[in-house]
């Protein structure tokens, strides 16, 4: 997990992100995978193939981690809980995807949920 806030935030100072939203993006970006934790643990480290209903399972990660971090409130868990909805989509991504609207600044954009999701995991 600290490796992904260091890499989006080392992303973010080379795009020319202020500090603040520097930090912001650090401490979201690390909880992009918290939706796991509502994932058994059977599951998660199942050495074999995942059947489809697991991967059905798994692919919600996202879903699910979007709506803890919701449920927190304040805008770095907003802004965790976009990254935690979207960090499985693609730049290719169909319209059914979330779409990344044009944000009117880059710390609106880190903090404004989507209402849609992404289901990859």
Request: hydrophobic share 45%.
């Amino acid at each position: 997990m600290r490796r992904t806030g260091a890499t989006a935030a080392a992303l973010a100072t080379i795009l020319g992100f202020a500090p603040q939203e520097v930090r912001r993006l650090r401490r979201a970006a690390a909880l992009h995978d918290i939706g796991k934790a509502a994932i058994p643990m059977a599951i998660l480290g199942k050495p074999a193939a995942l059947t489809a209903s697991e991967r059905a399972r798994v692919e919600r990660h996202t879903l699910i981690g979007h709506r803890m971090l919701i449920a927190v409130g304040g805008p770095n868990a907003l802004a965790a809980a976009r990254i935690a909805l979207t960090h499985h989509e693609r730049f290719e991504a169909a319209a059914t995807r979330t779409a990344w609207r044009a944000p009117r600044s880059r710390s609106r954009a880190a903090s404004s949920p989507s209402p849609t999701s992404s289901t990859r995991c």
